[in-house]
């Protein structure tokens, strides 16, 4: 099963831009595909947060290029047992630790038969890999086997189909219109909204209830834009990123009231059908 991929890579980390790094990754991209593209999703996911970084990867999967390759390395597990992930759908190619990094991308796109486990020591004979760090997989492994796989290489070669459902994925709880709602806290934004794991097309099913934000019992208000929400309240409306997010005009939500990635939100709905 051979791949025919341009060189076009897409970074996705939480390396920062202090270190060596990212640089690092890029140079080995690049020595091994002369007329590589790299593009710089984002590396500054928070250090070891796979929900951000699952949230990022979803977010970015209708823009991220067709016969591309992307290297999500988010890796809290990086040097033990925890397997190398080959994702195949939609002519894009995701690789990525096994921690449940894929797990929003899983939801909403893959089918049993896209994912790949990579077999480390064939992938080492194969690739002539001599040396690697048991804490930069990113440049030792996640960079080789990018450019193994652009250079036209079999992945079946050094990889077997696993099925989807049997991977590691976060406890992520879908949201579903009760008297008492939960949502999760997906992203925070640079401005302070909070992204919620609500999916834009819920937006109008809410409009037949008033939203109480628990426990302060705070109203939401359902908006269309920041600038419609009433000075100093809260407003709920669709984010950029295909989800619904909270947020306060010119303010910054999560610094006023204290909300972190991962936090759960609860609503009470007040109306007639619940």
């Known amino acids: 099963m051979k791949t025919n991929i341009k060189p076009i890579f897409c970074l996705l980390t939480d390396f920062g831009l202090e270190d060596v790094y990212v640089g690092q990754v ?47 390395v988010i890796d809290p597990g990086v ?26 991308v899983i939801k909403s796109y893959l089918s049993p038969n896209d994912i790949f486990v990579l077999d480390m020591e064939k992938f080492k004979s194969k690739a002539d890999i001599k040396s690697i760090s048991n804490t930069f997989h990113g440049r030792d492994v996640f960079a080789p086997l990018a450019s193994y796989i652009a250079n036209g290489e079999d992945i079946l070669e050094i990889s077997h189909t696993i099925d989807v459902n049997t991977i590691k994925k976060i406890d992520i709880p879908e949201f579903k219109i009760n008297k008492d709602s939960n949502a999760i806290i997906l992203h925070i934004d640079r401005f302070g909204n909070c992204v919620l794991n609500i999916e834009q097309s819920i937006k109008e099913k809410l409009r037949n209830y008033e939203i109480l934000l628990l426990p302060e019992g705070k109203k939401i208000h359902l908006v269309d834009s920041y600038q419609n929400i009433p000075d100093g309240e809260i407003g709920i409306l669709d984010g950029s990123q295909g989800y619904l997010e909270l947020a306060i005009n010119k303010q910054n939500l999560a610094k006023k009231i204290g909300f972190q990635i991962g936090n759960r939100i609860c609503f009470r709905l007040i109306g007639e059908n619940l």
């Not at 047992?81 to 002519?91: A, E, G, H, S």
């Open 26 to 72: 890029k140079c080995v991209l690049a020595s091994q595909n002369i007329n590589a593209q790299i593009i710089d999703i984002t590396h500054s996911v928070i250090p070891h947060n796979i929900l951000q970084g699952s949230f990022f990867l979803k977010a970015s999967w209708k823009y991220i290029p067709e016969n591309s390759i992307t290297l999500v």
């Open 79 to 104: 040097g033990t047992t925890r397997d190398v992930l080959i994702l195949k759908k939609d002519n894009k190619i995701v690789l990525a630790p096994d921690n449940g990094i894929l797990s929003l």
